[in-house]
């Protein structure tokens, strides 16, 4: 086989050296416009593509970024994923994604994750154990939550860093449209037990409820699963003492719950019974749900994402937590 083109002939080409004929391909590097023009205009002559794999080897980074994944039934996710990858590769990294199992630690993959030389790892909708974050910090791969804050300490808790949005806050708020519509018997739909998104938006919901002298009438956990969820509310609305609203830990249960108290048990919404969902994915939005719910800034939180796990590969940062805030919209399954 014809050996291709070569970053040497590229220089001679050009007439600069090899040196600047790597840095116009490597993304961020400095370079003058008048050379990455004559060094672009003799790669095309030449039909020259640059070699990522033999790049990593001199550079002894990958750029590449590992995102883990988790939960891709809920379409919160793939919008993060979506823009996730976008802002990584106009950075220079390719996206190697992994998924997990949703209520499982993120360590089964850890083994195939590193046999790639990834220069950093984003955990979305994935939980980090004090083992993975040990072994990442090990080998100086920084690790970015995305929507998710775990109890870290000593070495690891410094090579981790989250971003998430203002969970209680959003549960306050969730709690405040009840309160000031009239609504006396919450419920609340909670996730998974051991999501620290769920358990604090429970926190801050309660937190308000009980600053008004309420509390949680029913609770259930759905478990983020929609299958899950329907049947935690046939329970909330077995025998007497029902609510007379549901705060749901995200948008999908939120959806399960409007289709069982519609279809199922014939209760008007937002009539007899409210509903506010959290995330505010692009079905609550749909005619057919309408749901009132805590949105998730999302742009924000992948530009975060970003920006720290840049800083990090690049040993600029040391580890921290962003919080960003959330916002609520109001649609149609709270009477106004």
Known sequence: MKAGPRAQDVAALARVSQSAVSRTFTPGASVSEETRRKVLAAAQRLGYRPNAMARSLITRQSRIVALVMSYLENQFYPLVMQLLSQRLQKEGYHVLVFIAEMDEAADGVLADILQYQVDGIVLASAMLTPTL?????????????????????????????????????????????????????????????????????????????????????????????????????????????????????????AIAALGVLRQELGLRVPGQVAVIGFDDVPQAAWAAYRLTTVRQCVGPMVDATVALLLEQMRGELRARDVVVPCVLVERDTVAG
């Open 133 to 253: 974050a040990h072994s990442c910090a090990d080998i100086g791969v920084p690790v970015v939550q995305f929507n998710r804050v775990s109890d870290l300490g000593g070495l690891a808790r410094h090579a981790t860093s989250s971003v998430s949005s203002d969970n209680v806050a959003g549960g306050r708020m969730a709690a405040e449209l009840l309160l000031a519509r009239g609504y006396r018997r919450p419920g609340f739909l909670a996730g998974l037990e051991a999501s620290s998104t769920s358990r604090e938006r429970e926190r801050g919901f309660i937190q308000r409820l009980a600053e008004s002298g309420r509390q949680v009438a029913r609770r259930e956990a759905g478990d983020y699963s929609f299958e899950a969820a329907q049947a935690a509310v046939r329970r909330m609305f077995a025998g007497p003492g029902a609510p007379d609203a549901i705060f749901a830990a995200n948008d999908h249960m």
